[in-house]
């Protein structure tokens, strides 16, 4: 027996398989998609079988034997398989890369993890229930009888719970026996719970018609925060279960939807299994066996939960559906919401998107009829909108007020006073290296992009990192000329002290990357807010989300615009969506709730819709730009990243590139190189080419030709990102 192996290694970059041969002893062992141990070079790797053969042919070097087989059933099916092709293909990334990326640690090809079932010892009986009856009658040691009786009863009882000695002499006489027995890591009691809840006629138009539609198979359920989107999912799934079919619900950071996981726990039961990352090695390990096993009906997960061997699959739910960590920025760079529809055409199951804020490019598919738009215009119970007010910072600047407006610090005192809580937004996503007006708040933008350029300290100069577009440093504002330009900057460290100094005795917490490292902290941050433990929570965007806290009256945005000037085509939309969360935060219960913007530029139409709840106004606007400029949805983008140590090299080779391929595609719009906006991590240099396409087929032959060129080049190496959420 031979057999086609793919080795876990980089040297088979043209996704080559290797053959063995089968030693008679483990051939019956052999399955395609186990994982197997072989020898490769002078060193012992882990593969997993893709094909086996069973014609012998002729080779004319001499095959090398399997080691032996890691698993008795394969850790990847046939449908994985063909999605791993599938992904390979469609985002040219390396087979191997793609299988790893599917499987949790303990399952990957690896020789260095190891990951075992968790076992506990238990006692049972080992022989009929006469002869131990007998035995019983016949013995004078009561402690045996207690232990006997009690099997007799339970069956089989924990180790632990038996005492010593009388136990030993039982198992000595061969009246019981241990074994041991697989438990999970992961195994909370949950029971379910039948909803009272009444759909309102808006939740069960939208249910109905998911469910009855016969057309469609992609659904896009764009709801304004509160108007009961879980509630939609969750009576669909119920459906599907009814059907005997299963369900797949991806939710963007699991850290944060603890909320939702709970909701269906209680709703299900014990039929769900969940995947994320912060999940232990055993406990993903235990998870994804309870999947397999066909113990659970229900899988809900941050991304890498779209790969779950679930069979049957009748819902997708990708819930808040424009997040970038649906999307992954190493090897194989996937999107999830590609791989949801792969699956779902295989198993014939609906997809779901869901979202307050859809992403343009979804929104727009769903407005020419590709995916089925279904909008939910009102919260529950008709709940308003929070009341949106912004400040103009150009005016509180002048009269020496750079972080806190003096309308903010009203509402925050007027808050604590009443004993409700705040939460304070300092917008930081990105990179803080723009320069800004102070007077007329005006922000230096690359003439063909209309791209924010990235101040680069090393020769004082800004630069676009689409297009390459470099201008000096201006001290003087060009748009008013009186104001001065100036890079701006703050931190979250620094808004705590400037609100210590402003309020005496205020209670805050912080949550941003340098406070929530640890495992848990997250969690606790939330509960102890949650418990009235602080006044105030101040924190980056990852505050924005999902959160839910009855006592949260007002909600400060400390620099709105921060992200405006990212230069990113979609600086305007990502801005759009943190201030329409973070304003979803305010509010929630019985009291009111206002939200405060202080911002640059209050005229903005991405902050005017914001202040409005106006997405359809928003994306309109949106849409004239990202036509007039030629940007997705109007086309695709594919990035070329050429990395190098030497920037001479990096710039040479990028050049080269970006040439070649304006030759060779004369239909497309390819921009740079340009030196990427984070253009030297660990001492390696970065360039980026942009492709701007329509069609990927022509695409794709050339890159495939320049990969290949590249392969074995020791000085720059290459990557390809389809559709990067991050520029
Ligand atoms: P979304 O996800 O659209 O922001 P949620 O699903 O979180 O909204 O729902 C908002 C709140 O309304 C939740 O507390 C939920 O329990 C509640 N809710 C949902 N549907 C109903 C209903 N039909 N009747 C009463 N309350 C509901
Ligand atoms: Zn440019």
């Not at 304004?224 to 950071?253: H, W």
């Not at 304006?662 to 740079?672: A, D, E, P, V, Y």
Request: proline content about 3%; some cysteine.
């Amino acid at each position: 027996m031979i057999v086609n192996v793919l080795v876990e290694t980089t040297v088979n970059k043209h996704n080559q398989m290797f053959t063995y041969l089968v030693p008679n002893i483990i051939k019956d062992k052999i399955k395609i998609g186990i994982r197997v141990l072989v020898p490769f070079g002078k060193r012992q790797l882990e593969g997993f079988i893709l094909e086996i053969l069973t014609e012998e042919k002729k080779y004319d070097y001499e095959l090398k034997s399997v080691i032996d087989v890691i698993d008795e059933e394969p850790v990847l099916n046939n449908e994985m398989i063909e999605l791993g092709r599938y992904m390979s293909d469609h985002y040219l990334a390396p087979l191997i890369s793609c299988y790893q990326t599917m499987l949790p640690v303990g399952l990957k090809a690896k020789t260095r993890v190891k990951v075992n079932p968790k076992t506990e010892n238990y006692i049972i009986i080992a022989k009929s229930v006469k002869e131990i009856n007998d035995f019983i009658n016949s013995n004078p040691y009561q402690k045996q009888n207690e232990i006997l009786i009690k099997l007799l009863n339970n069956k089989k009882i924990k180790k632990t719970n038996i005492n010593g000695s009388p136990l030993l002499n039982l198992i000595k006489q061969g009246l019981v026996k241990e074994v041991a027995k697989e438990y999970y890591r992961l195994d909370e009691n949950f029971s379910k719970k039948e909803s009272n809840i009444e759909l309102t006629k808006n939740q069960q138009n939208a249910i109905n018609e998911i469910i009855n539609n016969k057309q469609d198979s992609i659904f896009l359920i764009h709801g304004v925060t509160g108007s009961g989107k879980t509630e939609i999912y969750m009576n669909i799934i119920k459906e599907a279960l009814n059907e005997n079919k299963t369900a797949l619900i991806l939710v963007p950071e699991i850290s944060l939807t603890t909320q939702l996981i709970n909701q269906f726990k209680n709703r299900f039961g014990k039929k769900i299994a969940v995947l994320h990352s912060a999940l232990s090695d055993g406990e993903k390990y235990d998870e994804w066996r309870k999947i397999v096993r066909k113990e659970v009906s229900i899988v809900i997960g941050a991304r890498s939960a779209i790969f779950a061997p679930i069979i049957n699959i009748g819902i997708i739910v990708i819930d808040e559906e424009q997040e970038g960590t649906y999307k992954q920025e190493n090897n194989p760079r996937y999107h999830t919401l590609d791989i949801a529809i792969f699956r779902a055409k295989k198993h014939n199951a609906k997809i779901i998107l869901g979202s307050a804020t859809p992403s343009l490019e979804t929104y727009a598919r769903a407005r020419k009829g590709i995916y089925k738009l279904l909008e939910l215009k009102e919260r529950i119970n008709q709940k308003p909108m929070p009341e949106v007010t912004i400040i103009d910072m150009k005016e509180s600047i002048k009269k020496g007020n750079t972080l806190f407006s003096d309308i903010l610090i009203a509402k925050i005192k007027e808050k604590l006073n009443n004993q409700e809580q705040i939460m304070i937004l300092l917008n930081r996503r990105g990179y803080a290296n723009y320069v800004i007006c102070r007077d007329c708040g005006y922000v230096h933008k690359c003439q063909n992009c209309d791209i924010t350029l990235t101040y680069h300290k090393t020769n004082e100069t800004m630069r676009c990192h689409y297009c390459g577009y470099a201008d000096k440093k201006k001290l003087e504002c060009s748009k008013c000329s009186k104001g001065e330009m100036k890079i701006f900057g703050i931190g979250t460290q620094k808004v705590e002290e400037k609100l210590k100094e402003l309020f005496d005795d205020i209670k805050i917490v912080r949550m941003d990357s340098d406070t929530t490292n640890k495992k848990g902290s997250h969690d606790k941050i939330i509960n102890d807010f949650n418990h009235h433990k602080y006044d105030l929570l101040l924190g980056t965007q990852m505050i924005a989300k999902g959160l839910d806290f009855s006592k949260v009256t007002l909600v400060g945005v400390i620099n709105g615009d921060m992200s405006l000037s990212i230069p990113d085509f979609r600086s305007g939309e990502n801005t759009f969506q943190l201030l329409s969360q973070v304003a979803g935060r305010s509010g929630r219960s019985n009291e009111e709730g206002e939200v405060i913007i202080q911002t640059f530029n209050p005229d903005h139409y991405v902050i005017q819709t914001a202040k409005n709840h106006d997405y359809i106004g928003f994306y309109k606007r949106e849409m004239i730009i990202r036509k007039k400029l030629n940007y997705p949805p109007y086309c695709f983008i594919a990035l070329i990243r050429v990395l190098a140590k030497d920037y001479n090299e990096g710039l040479k080779e990028s050049s080269k590139i970006s040439s070649y391929l304006r030759k060779k595609l004369s239909n497309n719009q390819i921009l740079g190189p340009s030196v990427s906006s984070l253009s030297k991590i660990k001492n390696t240099y970065r360039f980026q080419c942009l492709i701007k396409y329509r069609t990927k087929k022509e695409l794709d032959q050339e890159l495939k030709k320049v990969i290949s060129h590249y392969e074995n080049n020791s000085k720059v190496s290459i990557e390809i990102d389809f559709n990067p959420l991050k520029l």
